[in-house]
């Protein structure tokens, strides 16, 4: 089984343990009146659009910090705001052994991204006292400052051809935004969230690399979606 697979389930499993299994020793009037938490997740990402062929998953990290409206107050809705740091992108299935132009075909894309989900929590019925459950639907706006492309078996940056004064980022556009449903559960010192992100905005800005296989240059769509799992503290 693959080892990133593997740190995903194993992460999954234990922010469950955590969800479910709270400390009872924790000081509840504190954990009321705050309304700020950090969340540390994994999670696969990838890119779909017809501009760059064969995506694949590839495991990313995000962190950061939420605030969130008072538990304590039996609302049915509730806003949730948050700012993250990502690490994501895509892998490619375009270096496969028969290939003629293996060591210039594109293998990953990784992306470094700030992120500001925008969300609104619909709360849902617990039997258990002290847990806050509900469903999440909003958008996120991300501005990607960070771009880097890999190419052949070994994923060697494509951009480490040109002097490090002039790297620069993937012909992408810098601002996206995505649509996000989710699930989370909090309890009284820790929660757990599942979501899926599903970009809206068209990222291709006249996307074409010379020399990477296969070809890029058609005008098509580059978008991005990501499946995650976060521990919240």
């Not at 270096?95 to 132009?101: F, I």
């Not at 617990?126 to 806050?132: L, T």
């Not at 940056?157 to 559960?185: M, R, S």
């Amino acid at each position: 089984m693959n080892l990133r697979l593997v740190i995903l389930i194993a992460w999954s499993a234990l922010g469950c343990r955590l969800g479910l299994a709270q400390d009872a020793s924790v000081d509840r009037e504190w954990e009321q009146r705050q309304n700020f938490g950090l969340k540390m997740g994994i999670g696969l990402n990838s890119m779909y659009g017809g501009e760059l062929r064969n995506p694949r998953p590839l495991l990313g990290y995000q962190t950061g910090f939420f605030w969130h409206g008072d538990p304590t107050i039996r609302r049915k809705w509730d806003p949730q705001l948050g700012l993250d740091l990502r690490l994501r992108g895509s892998n490619f299935a375009n270096a496969r052994p028969t290939d003629t132009v293996i060591n210039s075909a594109y293998t990953r894309i990784s992306l470094i991204s700030l992120d500001a989900p925008l969300l609104m929590n619909v709360r849902l019925k617990s039997k258990v006292k002290d847990q806050y459950r509900c469903l999440q639907l909003g958008a996120v706006a991300s501005l990607n400052f960070r771009s880097v492309i890999f190419k052949g078996p070994n994923r060697i940056p494509a951009q480490a051809d040109v002097f490090l004064d002039q790297w620069e980022n993937l012909p992408l556009k810098p601002i996206e935004t995505a649509l996000h449903l989710g699930y989370q559960t909090r309890g009284a010192s820790t929660g757990v969230q599942w979501s899926l992100n599903v970009g809206i905005t068209d990222l291709n800005d006249n996307f074409l690399l010379e020399g990477l296989a296969p070809v890029t240059g058609n005008g098509l769509r580059i978008s991005t979606w990501a499946l995650q799992f976060a521990l919240l503290f």
